[in-house]
């Protein structure tokens, strides 16, 4: 599935929302021990995350990336609240 939309949360974590309305939180806290990824130590880098044109992954800037496949695969399901009736 392609990305609906995407945000930063505390704890080095992202919430994902893809467009078949699934949603799940990735945590970027393991990454940040890999060199390519240290950067995103930097809170405001982090929450700078960006849906690639296309949808098929995210960046933060030209070095660092995600492809949808990680973020689907291992991310945590978050469980939907169901609509209130009108």
Do not use: H, M
Not at 26 to 42: A, T
Not at 62 to 80: P, R
Request: aromatic residues 12%.
């Amino acid at each position: 599935p392609l990305f609906y939309e995407i945000s930063g949360l505390d704890g080095k974590k992202i919430l994902v929302t893809f467009d078949n309305d699934v949603k799940k939180i990735y945590d970027c806290v393991s990454l940040l021990s890999e060199d390519v990824f240290y950067p995103l130590k930097d809170e405001a880098l982090f929450r700078n995350v960006k849906i690639d044109s296309g949808g098929y992954g995210i960046s933060w800037n030209e070095e660092i990336d995600l492809s949808e496949a990680e973020l689907w695969i291992n991310g945590i399901l978050v469980e939907q609240a169901a609509e209130p009736d009108r």
